[in-house]
């Protein structure tokens, strides 16, 4: 008899048969919004308006009312984009500069 232990990714399921390989994969699935441009923040929060009324719970999205769920993604949206802020390392994103 052969016991077979596997781990399953916690965000999307995916098995391993090594530890080490499933936690290196799960690092895969964390983003870091402080390397995306305001364009993208804005798309997300966008996004996230756009589901509130597909992830609730008795009416509540986040603890508040969908209504003003869905008001506080697109007013935060809009500010996002309309904001002046601009991120220097946004550029950097697709370059490997940890190790500098
Ligand atoms: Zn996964």
């Known amino acids: 008899m052969n016991k077979v232990v596997t781990y399953s990714c916690e965000y999307c399921g995916k098995e391993f048969y090594s530890e080490e390989e499933c936690e290196e994969h799960e690092k895969t699935h964390i983003i870091d ?3 995306k441009s305001n364009e993208e923040i804005a798309e997300l929060l966008s996004d996230l308006s756009d589901m509130a009324y597909d992830y609730h719970i008795g ?3 986040m603890g508040m009312p969908i209504r003003n769920f869905k008001s506080l993604m697109d007013t ?3 500010r996002v984009r309309s904001s002046k802020f601009e991120q220097e390392h946004v550029a950097l994103d697709s370059e490997d500069s940890e190790e500098n």
């Open 33 to 35: 919004y402080k390397d």
């Open 59 to 61: 009416g509540q999205t």
């Open 76 to 78: 935060a949206a809009t």
